[in-house]
T-cell receptor, first 112, second 118 residues
Framework: SQQGEEDPQALSIQEGENATMNCSYK?????LQWYRQNSGRGLVHLIL?????REKHSGRLRVTLDTSKKSSSLLITASRAADTASYFC????????????FGKGTLLTVNP | GAVVSQHPSRVICKSGTSVKIECRSL??????MFWYRQFPKQSLMLMAT?????????EQGVEKDKFLINHASLTLSTLTVTSAHPEDSSFYIC??????????????FGPGTRLTVL
């Protein structure tokens, strides 16, 4: 089964607006991570939230985690054109193999 | 710190040839490296987990004889696509997990390798 299903699949907003992306998963996790990928490039780690945490902030990023609903959200405030990228959530089931399972991603377009 | 490089960044080859992709952790030791494949506008699919000094663990549906993985040192893993075919054309990304992080599982990703098989 596919862990980490994001929605929406695509989001287009104006610069200055906030962008919210959601991620749902199916099995228990040790932590959940959000990554960013510019077109044709590698992934950049944004933030990690552990299963016993509910909210975490980093700059303009705010991540929430609701383990009872098996869902997480990523909020980017005051978006900029440079935030245009694909955003993926990845779940870590906590196994000793440290495998991450990625969702399908949300393509965010921030229009200037 | 925590930089992962991949080489080459882009490769075009003829059908039937083999292609080797290198993944290096530049400033840390990585006991475990991961290889992913990403098709256009899709997510990353884990192909295999590469552990230094031991055989790689392949995900279901990934042919180990076609995608040869060698993790000879704590800073280098290689993926060789053998007898490549056009359907192997994809973006291959590696990641590395630092050895000294205990249970903390932050992975550092390489910039990816674009493989095109003609």
């Amino acid at each position: 089964s596919q862990q980490g299903e994001e929605d929406p699949q695509a989001l287009s907003i104006q610069e200055g607006e906030n962008a919210t992306m959601n991620c749902s998963y199916k099995t228990s996790i040790n932590n959940l991570q959000w990554y960013r990928q510019n077109s044709g490039r590698g992934l950049v780690h944004l933030i990690l939230i552990r299963s016993n945490e509910r909210e975490k902030h980093s700059g303009r990023l705010r991540v929430t985690l609701d383990t009872s609903k098996k869902s997480s959200s990523l909020l980017i405030t005051a978006s900029r054109a440079a935030d245009t990228a694909s955003y993926f959530c990845a779940t870590d089931g906590g196994g000793s193999n440290y495998k991450l399972t990625f969702g399908k991603g949300t393509l965010l377009t921030v229009n200037p | 710190g925590a930089v992962v490089s991949q080489h080459p960044s882009r490769v075009i080859c003829k059908s039937g040839t083999s292609v080797k992709i290198e993944c290096r952790s530049l400033d840390f030791q990585a006991t475990t490296m991961f290889w992913y494949r990403q098709f256009p506008k899709q997510s990353l699919m884990l192909m295999a987990t590469s552990n230094e000094g031991s055989k790689a663990t392949y995900e279901q549906g990934v042919e180990k004889d076609k995608f040869l993985i060698n993790h000879a040192s704590l800073t280098l893993s290689t993926l060789t696509v053998t007898s490549a075919h056009p359907e192997d054309s994809s973006f291959y990304i590696c990641s590395a997990r630092a050895s000294d992080l205990g249970n903390y599982n932050e992975q550092f990703f390489g910039p990816g390798t674009r493989l095109t098989v003609l």
